[in-house]
């Protein structure tokens, strides 16, 4: 099993930035996959970014260039820096950790863009 922990949600106004993180524990494998989703009221739950053991990363095309994921491998966390926000970020945001080819979730914390 592996528990998920997510930080740094909040309120924002347009053109401004937050930091997001979320740390593992449990059952860690060395090889995973780290990352966030969000889901926007009434639109399904799509990728933001994600990251692998490696460092390897990818990006939702719409965020590209603004948004940042970056992972601490020895603290089992992953960090998601978002830059130049947008009304159209409004979503909650999930952790999503995998292995082995299980995934978890963490609980889902806001990110608000508004004036």
């Known amino acids: 099993q592996v528990q998920l922990v997510e930080s740094g949600g909040g309120l924002v106004q347009p053109g401004g930035s937050l930091r997001l993180s979320c740390a593992a524990s449990?059952?860690?494998?060395?090889?995973?996959?780290m990352g966030w989703y969000r889901q926007a009221p009434g639109k399904q739950r799509e990728l933001v970014a994600r990251i692998n053991s490696f460092g390897s990363a990818n990006y939702a095309e719409s965020v590209k260039g603004r948004f940042t994921i970056s992972r601490e491998n020895a603290k089992n966390t992953v960090h998601l820096q978002m830059n130049s926000l947008k009304p159209e970020d409004t979503a909650v945001y999930y952790c999503?950790?995998?292995?082995?080819?299980?995934?978890?979730w963490g609980q889902g914390t806001q990110v608000t863009v508004s004036s």
């Open positions: 999503n950790y995998g292995q082995s080819l299980v995934e978890y």
């Open positions: 449990g059952i860690i494998f060395n090889i995973n996959t």
